[in-house]
């Protein structure tokens, strides 16, 4: 059961109000989302814009100083055009639990916005876009006023700035043929504090599959080729700099043989550089 924004134990604010329905895959479709997704994949799908404008805000208090507000707008824009956007707030006190002069919870605050365009073609064709813009401060280690135990106090801090884009999209090629595409790209920027050491690093994250699912004599199939590449820029140790490319290439044959009984069948084969 999700609750529309709900804090987890690690005091993140989920935003869920925005999904349309939470997907579990299992078996061997799973072997069609990469190595790591062997095991299952959850899929939340994107709340679409209805045919009417809607506006919608969430304001959450806690107990330990924190404070939640989240906001979902969407309307039309268009037949065959819709557009949403979700944006919020979000911070949190530092809390000494124990008395120690620790922050047992690390003060932080959180800004963030998506807006997503959601296009439907009249020949059956479908594009989704959304962006992703975050800016974070979190602040920890001794309070104000309180020293470690060799007297001096020590700061713990992460600032994060990290910007996303993705892409879906589908076009029929044919009555029984149809054209998937799915591309995503991260940049996460990261100032790291320990005591007096400051370490500053970049993740970066692309990604681009495509995909042609079609039915042949009752059964259906799909075949596609992917690519991701991992990247990792550290200002103050470079000797633990990386990057890593993965092309990938995969398949899947399903049929019903029964009415009762359906097989299924998939492979993939990824390729790591390192």
């Known amino acids: 059961i999700f609750v529309d924004g709900i804090r987890d134990s690690g005091g993140q604010v989920r935003d869920l109000f925005n999904l349309e329905q939470v997907e579990v895959i299992k078996g061997s479709v799973s072997a069609l989302y ?15 814009p209805g045919d009417a404008s809607e506006l919608e805000a969430l304001l959450n208090l806690t107990s ?28 949190q006190d530092e809390n000494d639990l ?6 047992d919870m690390p003060g932080y605050q959180r800004w963030t916005i998506r807006p997503r365009l959601f296009v439907e073609g009249a020949n059956g ?18 309070l104000a006023g309180r ?24 076009t029929p090629i044919s009555d029984t043929v149809t054209l998937h595409l799915r591309a995503s790209a991260m940049l996460q920027d ?3 504090q320990f005591g007096d050491v400051v370490e500053d690093d970049r993740h970066e994250t692309s990604f681009g599959e495509v995909s042609v699912v079609g039915d042949l004599g009752g059964a259906s199939w799909l075949a596609g080729v992917a690519l991701q590449h991992d990247g990792y820029h550290s200002k103050q140790f470079a000797s633990f700099d990386y990057d890593y490319v993965v092309p ?27």
Do not use: C
């Not at 990469?34 to 679409?48: C, D, E, P, Q, T």
């Not at 906001?71 to 055009?81: D, K, L, M, Q, R």
């Not at 124990?98 to 922050?103: E, I, Q, S, T, V």
């Not at 990938?248 to 390192?274: K, M, P, Y």
């Open 64 to 91: 330990r100083g924190g404070q939640d507000l989240t906001a979902y707008a969407a309307t039309p824009a268009g037949e065959s055009v819709g557009l949403s956007l979700t944006g919020g707030f979000h911070r």
């Open 125 to 142: 064709g479908k594009l989704f876009v959304t962006l992703g813009a975050m800016t974070e401060d979190r602040t920890g280690g001794t």
């Open 98 to 103: 124990d008395g120690d002069g620790w922050a």
């Open 248 to 274: 990938g290439i995969f398949g899947q044959l399903e049929g019903e043989v029964a009415e009762n009984l359906t097989l299924a069948g998939s492979a993939r084969l990824d390729r790591h550089s390192e």
């Open 190 to 192: 990261h100032r790291h």
């Open 34 to 48: 990469g190595a790591s997704a062997l095991g299952g994949v959850i899929n939340f799908v994107s709340r679409r």
């Open 147 to 170: 020293t470690a135990p060799d007297g001096q106090p020590f700061v713990e801090a992460l600032d994060t700035t990290r910007l996303d884009a993705g892409l879906v999209g589908e």
